[in-house]
């Protein structure tokens, strides 16, 4: 089909800053409602055909993802330590694409419930952290998930799980075929007395709205999907914003400034296309939904007089509470070979440990899912004492196909000094300074984690596993689920966005994506992300209505 074009001199009604989950939702919306949009992707766009299978390229060599080399990043543990660039893969990484991250995720797809906006009048104070409440509370962002699941397209079965949160309507398709690992995990939770159930995924279990079924190919996370199986917003929302003629997808166009007026107003975004030449869109408001590392990066390199710590920065929070989802696992050999490398990653799960307890003496709660590596990355993990080459090593290689994992995915606190900023020397490949990632597990994460492998352990040997190898908690070094560091909240002095996500500071900037959320959830925040920007897309098309922006 044709698709629409602005040229950069006329002012559009919106710029629509990054393409993933919560970007390709905000542009279909705004678009819907009559508004012009461009939506800018600094990495390219992709058809189907072009995707690959190969897992040297996609997971070690930045295939689809932000590279070490044009997108430096330097990381350090706390503000005593002099940050050290990043080597090999970014400690933050996600996916540089048409699609963004909603391209190469294993695809759970898992509500909050209504614990995660409550945490601190249920739990109260944590010492060296900053719990707070969400501005909002699950059944103000109940109907958004649910659009979410019946727009974009989610497989399981909803209530099926006792510690479900309330659900106003199923699931659109029912679970996707259960595996091996999923067979096995339900069995070891059963006979512990605990409550697995199908996983809620954005992955086709049937054709749904024109895409087909998964064809259980076996590499979705970290990997595009050629089919289209997979929800992921490049083959759902952003089609359906092209179609209205009201909004142009610009890839290759890598935003590094936010415009400002002397009225406190943007006017549109600097950017630079794919021959590295820089270009001024104007619009009448922009949305930033670039995710929780370069969203905050974007509002720090665009201080200015008004400014000067960061746009939209007065109360100096912008990059602070970064927070990943900590976990443990447990890896398990069985007699039987288990095939685990076909099918959708995750079949099987349980969200009986969902909630924190303050019996277990620390804070932390999550879930559980049953998975297996990809061939290559099995290959290269090989565990201390087992041969690296050899008859060892292809012993070690052959039994891939008998293993399966029990994975933990929990909570992260936030802590003002785990934070993204600008590193004081290391620049990109654009000349524009390049993030620092400063990062130190809360003690309560490390706890958590470490119990998370424990009961890992105990389900893969009441599975009736031959081998179990409980997983070892080390310090987090980086993570894909980037979050908090543009928080809500109702206080302009310890918050950047309201509830709207319109920035305290400026009127006509918005945020959406990981950075809004201001806990950290239970293990997975796509749809809690998509669903946000379901929900404030709501809200700033009413705003353009009445004249509000």
Known sequence: MDRKTYPTSETVDFIVVGS??????????????????????????MEP?????????????????????ASPQS???????????VMGRNSLTYARVVGGSSSHFTANFWRLHEIDFIER????????ADLRDWPITYDELEPYYTKVEWEVGVSGLAGSSPFDPRFSRPYPMPPLPVKSSGVLFERGARALGLHPFPAPM?????????????TQCGLCGGFGCEVRAK?????????????????EVRSESYVFRIGMNSAGRTTGVHYFDKDKVEHFQNARAVVVCANGAETPRLLLNSANNQFPDGLANSSGTVGKYLMFNKGGSAAARFEHPLNEYKGAAVTRILHDFYDSDPARGFYGGGGFTARSAAPLTWGQSVPEGTPSWGEGFKEYLASFTYWMNCAGHGTSLAQETNRV??????????GIPAMR??????????????FQVEKATEIMQAAGAVEVVPGHIEEANGGVHLLGTCRMGNDPNTSVIDKYHRTHDVPNLFLCDGSSMVTSGRGQPTETIAALAFRAADHINRFARTGEI
């Open 421 to 430: 900023d600008l590193d004081p020397e290391l620049k990109d490949a654009w």
């Open 231 to 247: 929800s992921s917003s490049v083959w759902t929302v952003i089609p359906e914003a092209e179609a209205t003629g009201n909004c």
């Open 202 to 214: 954005a992955i086709n279990s049937m054709v749904y709205r024109g895409r087909p079924a998964c």
């Open 20 to 45: 993933g989950a919560a970007g390709g939702v905000m542009a279909r919306e705004l678009a819907q409602a009559g508004h012009s949009v461009v939506l800018m992707e600094q990495g390219p766009r």
């Open 75 to 85: 990381f350090r543990r706390d503000e005593s330590e002099t940050a050290r660039r």
């Open 437 to 450: 990632v400063t990062y130190k597990d809360h003690p309560d994460d490390i706890k958590h984690a470490q």
């Open 49 to 69: 055909w072009d995707f690959e299978h190969d897992e040297l390229k996609y997971r070690q060599l930045s295939g689809i993802t932000n590279s070490p080399d």
């Open 121 to 128: 009048s249920r739990l109260g104070a944590i010492e060296g």
